[in-house]
């Protein structure tokens, strides 16, 4: 089992070797092992959004599935993006700030136990802190829409047992038991409550409790889960759950609160006021000032590169860019 704060795996013999511990998932481990403290983490969806998030002085980032499956397939979250589409998006952004620990959401590990063991040592070796493992099947859909199926509670111990074993194989990664019970078929609030406890006995690190309806609901939750384990709370507007503060949030009990569509949220409107512009007038709007592309390569850190390559003793921006 693997414990927040010991910052250690413990080894299995025949499994695949990793060389140490990963730094950003031992970092999340330290945050989390401090229950007077919440995890503040906003949604990121690509590279641009996690440096504009990283600018802002977060220490923790989520990489949201949804925003991974709308970015980088223009495609809703309805199970499309696949396991090599989400550990490349999720590697993308761990490994621009590694200091920073980057949760991100894992869906249903893509397949049966031996896919979920695989996802769970591909996102540690990109670099990831902590992922989230579901109970839906293959075809999934957002945790905020009907008609969600779930796999059967047996099979979600497997798969956790599986994400467990895959994590204890030498990696810190900190894995998150979800489970979209709550609102979807055959499933409910207590159904939800025992498949997150069975979680807990297996050795989950935290928990997700997908799809709170209200905030009797959440201190409901809370006061049912295992006092010793986090539990992550998930914020969308328009979605399910009450959106509260951060400090509610920590004063209900959670201990890691997302937003997953915040940054979405605000590029979404911002792109399509642009296109329209663009296309009525012939001209590219003049407000905000636009940010050439010396300011918005700054956002992604052209300054640090130039910097480097003069430090190895080159000449490449030695007359500026
Ligand atoms: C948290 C989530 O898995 C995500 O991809 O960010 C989504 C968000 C959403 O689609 O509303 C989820 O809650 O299923």
Request: aromatic fraction near 6%; include cysteine.
């Amino acid at each position: 089992m693997g414990s927040i704060g010991n910052g250690n795996g413990n080894g299995n013999g025949n499994a695949v070797r990793f060389n140490g511990p990963i730094p950003a998932a031992r970092r999340l481990r330290q945050m989390l092992s401090d229950p007077r403290k919440a995890v503040f983490a906003p949604g990121v969806y690509d590279g641009i959004s996690a440096r504009v998030a990283l600018a802002q002085g977060y220490d923790c980032l989520y990489m949201t599935g949804a925003g991974t499956s709308m970015s980088c397939l223009g495609m809703p979250d309805l199970g499309l993006a696949n396991g090599t589409d989400m550990v490349r998006n999720a590697g993308i952004i761990a490994s621009l700030d590694p200091s920073i620990p980057v949760i991100a959401d894992a869906d249903m590990g893509y397949g049966g136990t031996l896919n979920v063991a695989n996802t769970v040592r591909q996102y540690a070796r990109a670099g990831v802190a902590g992922l989230h493992i579901e109970d839906q099947v293959v075809a999934k859909r957002c945790g905020h829409l009907a008609g969600k199926t779930l796999i059967s509670r047996e099979e979600y111990a497997n798969h956790i047992r599986a994400a467990c074993k895959a994590r204890d194989e030498g990696t810190d990664i900190v894995v998150i038991a979800r489970s979209d019970a709550r609102n979807a078929e055959g499933g409910g609030f207590e159904e939800s409550v025992a498949r997150l406890r069975l979680a807990a006995e297996i050795g989950a690190d935290a928990l997700f409790f997908e799809a709170l309806a209200g905030v009797d609901e959440c201190k409901e939750a809370i006061k049912l889960l295992p006092r010793n384990i986090p539990v992550l709370i998930n914020i969308i507007a328009g979605g399910k759950t009450p959106v509260i503060s951060f400090d509610e949030a920590q004063q209900i009990g959670f201990r890691i609160v997302i937003w997953p569509f915040v940054g979405l949220e605000a590029a979404v409107p911002g792109l399509e006021n642009a296109y329209r512009i663009l296309k009525k007038t012939g001209k590219p709007p003049a407000e905000p000032t636009p940010m050439g592309p010396a300011g918005l390569f700054d956002v992604c850190g052209l300054q640090d590169l130039m910097a480097f390559d003069a430090a190895v003793g080159g000449s490449a921006f030695s007359s500026g860019v």
